[in-house]
């Protein structure tokens, strides 16, 4: 089972607005990723959760907040968005890198998206 | 920094035949992983292939398989037997062996394949 899920799959939000963006897998990873993808661009990694502790953060503007609440659980809150953070926004994930090396600490797999709009 | 360059923005097969997709990149590196994914209309983004650079076998999975060539740091993917489901878009990737704050995929900028009924 390699299912990562995301939710809602579409949101619209005005630049005033305070929403969260919901990321969940149960197949047991411990890293968790948020990626943010532009229409006919690949996606741009935006941070790295690693045993629930951020470990990358790729210069995200303050407004985009992670939190990893547990391990199989990853939120984006969004606040004061700007119509140029309309987006697709991945979530993915991956297994304990501290597995033996039989294991696949390097392979992300990814849940649908939500397609953000603001307004 | 690694850089993955895919040269063929777009590419186009007639279904059943067979096409291949180039991908390049660049690392000081020794030890990493190489993909490609597919992402198709429904923008989800779904593993296709994963190769490691250890090994000198090329990875096969059902109707994919690559060409791994590490010193000239080239990796293309062929697909046989094209279907109307293999239409999409493809990302080659690239990720260091390290982990713990290196676990970025970096992408290559893309080819949108289409199958030719």
């Known amino acids: 089972d390699t299912e990562v899920t995301q939710t809602p799959k579409h949101l619209v939000m005005g630049m005033t607005n305070k929403k969260s963006l919901k990321c969940e897998q149960h197949?047991?990873?411990?890293?968790m990723y948020w990626y943010k993808q532009k229409a006919k661009k690949p996606p741009e990694l935006m941070f790295v959760y690693s045993y629930e502790k951020l470990s990358i953060n790729e210069s995200v503007p303050s407004r985009f907040s992670p939190e990893c609440p547990n391990s199989s659980l990853l939120n984006l809150h969004l606040h004061a968005l700007q119509p140029e953070d309309s987006a697709l926004y991945l979530c993915?994930?991956?297994?304990?890198?501290?597995?033996?090396?039989?294991?696949?600490?390097?392979?992300?797999?990814f849940g649908p998206g939500t397609r953000l709009t603001v307004l | 920094a690694q850089t993955v360059t895919q040269s063929q923005p777009e590419m186009s097969v007639q279904e059943a035949e067979t096409v291949t997709l180039s991908c390049t990149y660049d690392t000081s590196e020794s030890d990493y992983y190489l993909f490609w994914y597919k992402q198709p209309p429904s923008r989800q983004m779904i593993l296709v292939i994963r190769q490691e650079a250890y090994k000198q076998q090329n990875a096969t999975e059902n109707r994919f398989s690559v060409n791994f060539q590490k010193a000239a740091k080239s990796f293309s993917l062929k697909i046989s037997d094209s279907q109307l489901g293999d239409a999409a878009m493809y990302f080659c990737?690239?990720?260091?062996?390290?982990?713990?704050?290196?676990?970025?995929?970096?992408f290559g900028t893309g080819t949108r394949l289409t199958i030719i009924p």
């Open positions: 993915a994930s991956s297994q304990d890198p501290l597995l033996s090396s039989g294991g696949r600490a390097d392979t992300q797999y």
């Open positions: 990737a690239y990720r260091s062996a390290k982990n713990f704050g290196n676990e970025k995929l970096t």
């Open positions: 197949m047991g990873h411990r890293a």
